[in-house]
C-alpha cells in the first residue's frame, strides 16, 4: 500500500510528490509519456515561474478566492519558491513587474530541476487513471493497466484548457465520481472575438490601457484575425465572459494624458499630414486604419483640422471602443477559471473536508491568478502544501488527539465553574443538584488544575483549548 498516489505530473503534482516522499512512500501516476508538458509551453516556453513580489501584494493582485490561499502562500511563497529553484542550480533573472525567468529562457530548465528531486517516488508514465473507489480504510485506483491501494490521494491534473498536454478536465471526473462539489468551469487568460471585422491581424502594442466597466488591465495588445489578444486583453477576458457586456474600451496611449495630447497636435507642424503625427506612435498600418475610422481623407493635414476635429482624434486615442463578440473557447485560454470548490476543503492542507484522505492542488483548485507567474506559484504552492502534510500527517494527528484532550479538559473546567456559581443562587429546587455535580467534578477538575499549575502550563492549556474550540466551530460552520 501506498502513502499517497499522485495523479499528474505537472508542477503541482511533482512538487507535492517532492516533498511527500521525503519520508513516504509515493507513486506518481502520469498519463503522457512525459512530466510537466503544459509547464513547457508557459510564458512562450520560457516560464515565468513566479514573481517576486511581497506575499501580501501577490495574495491582492488574486481576484477570487485569495481567502483561501493565506496559509498555503506562507507555507512557501514567491520568495521561497525563487530560492528552492536557487539552491538548485537554477540561474534566474527578473525582468518587469517582478516576473522571474530562467536566464536561459528555456521553461525545460525548471522541469528539470523540479525532476531532478523526485527520485526518491516512483513515477509511471503512458498510465492513465479510470476510477478512484473510496473503501473504508482505504483508497483505490483503477488504471488501463494496473490497480494500486493508497491510504492518501492527491489530484493535481490540472484543468481543462490545452488538453493536447493533457489537461483535460480530469478533475471534475474525479471529483464528480466522489461526490466533491465543483464550481462550473470557464476560460479564463484568453482572447476575445470582436463584432468587427477588422484587417489588422499583427498589428502590436507594447503597452496599453483595457477599460471594461469598472475594471481595467495593462499590458500588450495584439490585433489577431478575430480580434484581440496579449496580455492587456488575457487579465481582462475572466470580467468579460462573466459579465456578457459587448463595449470594450481601449486607451492606446495610456502613458500620456488627453490634453498632453490635444497640445501635441496643437502644436506639430500644420503643414504635414495626420498621418505622419500618427506615425510617431503607431505602424503605417494602424495609422491608415485611424485615419477611416474617424472618416477622413488619406492626405488630410493637421491645419485642415478644427477643435472639434482634434478633440475627437484625442478621444479615439484614449478611448477606442469595440464590441465584443465572445470569449474565446476553454481550449485556447491558458488557464482554467472554476474546478474543486474550496469550501469542501481545509484551506491549511487542501484535504477535503467531505472525503478524508484525498487531497487537491494547482489548477485543479477553483482558483488562479493573472498573467505573471502567478499560476505556476499556486501551483507549485499548493503541491508543497499538500505534500508536506502528507508527510507530517501522522504528526498533525497527534497535535490533533492533543487538542482535543485539552478541550475536553477546558470543556469541564467551565462547567466546573458554571455550577460552583449556580449552587451559590438561592434556587431551592436546583440548589442541591448542582452543589452534587459540582462536587462530583471537583476533585478531578482540581487535582488536574493544581499539577498543571505547578508546572505554570494552565494557562496555555486554557488558551489552547480556546483555540481548538473555535477552530472546530470555525471548520463545522464553513462545512
Known amino acids: 500500500m501506498y502513502d499517497a498516489i499522485i495523479i499528474g505530473a505537472g508542477p503541482a503534482g511533482l512538487m507535492a510528490g517532492i516533498e511527500a516522499s521525503k519520508n513516504k512512500n509515493i507513486l506518481l501516476i502520469e498519463k503522457n509519456s512525459t512530466p510537466g508538458k503544459k509547464l513547457l509551453i508557459t510564458g512562450g516556453g520560457r516560464c515565468n515561474l513566479t514573481n517576486l513580489k511581497s506575499n501580501n501584494d501577490f495574495l491582492n493582485n488574486v481576484d477570487y478566492n485569495k481567502k483561501y490561499l493565506y496559509s498555503t502562500i506562507n507555507n512557501f511563497g514567491p520568495k521561497d519558491i525563487y530560492v528552492f529553484f536557487v539552491k538548485n542550480g537554477a540561474i534566474l533573472k527578473e525582468e518587469k513587474e517582478n516576473q522571474i525567468f530562467p536566464l536561459s529562457n528555456k521553461a525545460s530548465e525548471i522541469l528539470e530541476i523540479l525532476m531532478k528531486n523526485t527520485s526518491k517516488m516512483r513515477i509511471n508514465y503512458n498510465e492513465k487513471v479510470i476510477n478512484i473507489i473510496l473503501h473504508q480504510d482505504y483508497k483505490e485506483i483503477i488504471t488501463n493497466k494496473n490497480s494500486y491501494i493508497t491510504k492518501n490521494i492527491v489530484i493535481a491534473t490540472g484543468g481543462s484548457s490545452f488538453k493536447q498536454t493533457g489537461s483535460d478536465g480530469d478533475n471534475i471526473k474525479f471529483a464528480s465520481s466522489i461526490k466533491q462539489p465543483i464550481v462550473p468551469i470557464f476560460?479564463?487568460?484568453?482572447?476575445?472575438e470582436l463584432e468587427e471585422k477588422l484587417d489588422l491581424a499583427g498589428v502590436s502594442f507594447d503597452n496599453v490601457q483595457v477599460i471594461y466597466q469598472k475594471k481595467n488591465s495593462f499590458g500588450n495588445l495584439i490585433f489577431t484575425h478575430k480580434g484581440l489578444s496579449g496580455t492587456s486583453i488575457m487579465k481582462m477576458s475572466e470580467h468579460i465572459y462573466k459579465n456578457k457586456k459587448k463595449l470594450i474600451?481601449?486607451?492606446?496611449?495610456?502613458?500620456?494624458?488627453?490634453?498632453?495630447?490635444?497640445?501635441?497636435?496643437?502644436?506639430?507642424?500644420?503643414?504635414?499630414?495626420?498621418?505622419?503625427?500618427?506615425?510617431?506612435?503607431?505602424?503605417?498600418?494602424?495609422?491608415?486604419?485611424?485615419?477611416?475610422?474617424?472618416?477622413?481623407?488619406?492626405?488630410?493635414?493637421?491645419?485642415?483640422?478644427?477643435?472639434?476635429d482634434i478633440l475627437e482624434i484625442s478621444s479615439l486615442l484614449k478611448l477606442m471602443n469595440f464590441n465584443v463578440k465572445k470569449v474565446s473557447d476553454l481550449e485556447t485560454a491558458y488557464v482554467t477559471g472554476g474546478g474543486i470548490d474550496l469550501k469542501y476543503l481545509d484551506s491549511k492542507t487542501f484535504e477535503s473536508k467531505i472525503n478524508e484522505g484525498i487531497y487537491f492542488a494547482g489548477e485543479a483548485l477553483d482558483v488562479h491568478g493573472p498573467i505573471g507567474g502567478y499560476n505556476i506559484t499556486l501551483a507549485l504552492s499548493t503541491g508543497y502544501t499538500v505534500g508536506t502534510c502528507i508527510r507530517n500527517k501522522w504528526f498533525m494527528k497527534i497535535i490533533k488527539g492533543l487538542l482535543n484532550i485539552i478541550s475536553l479538559y477546558f470543556f469541564f473546567f467551565l462547567v466546573y465553574l458554571l455550577f460552583k456559581y449556580i449552587g451559590t443562587l438561592n434556587w431551592p429546587v436546583f440548589n442541591e443538584a448542582f452543589k452534587f455535580i459540582s462536587k462530583i467534578i471537583e476533585k478531578p477538575i482540581i487535582n488536574i488544575y493544581a499539577v498543571l499549575t505547578e508546572y505554570n502550563v494552565n494557562i496555555l492549556f486554557i488558551v489552547a483549548g480556546s483555540v481548538n474550540v473555535f477552530y472546530n466551530l470555525y471548520q463545522k460552520k464553513s462545512k
Open 187 to 192: 476560460p479564463a487568460e484568453t482572447s476575445i
Open 249 to 308: 474600451y481601449i486607451d492606446l496611449l495610456p502613458d500620456i494624458n488627453k490634453e498632453d495630447l490635444i497640445e501635441r497636435l496643437n502644436k506639430f507642424d500644420r503643414d504635414k499630414e495626420l498621418g505622419t503625427f500618427f506615425s510617431i506612435y503607431f505602424s503605417k498600418r494602424f495609422s491608415s486604419y485611424l485615419i477611416n475610422r474617424l472618416n477622413k481623407k488619406s492626405d488630410i493635414k493637421i491645419k485642415q483640422l478644427n477643435s472639434k
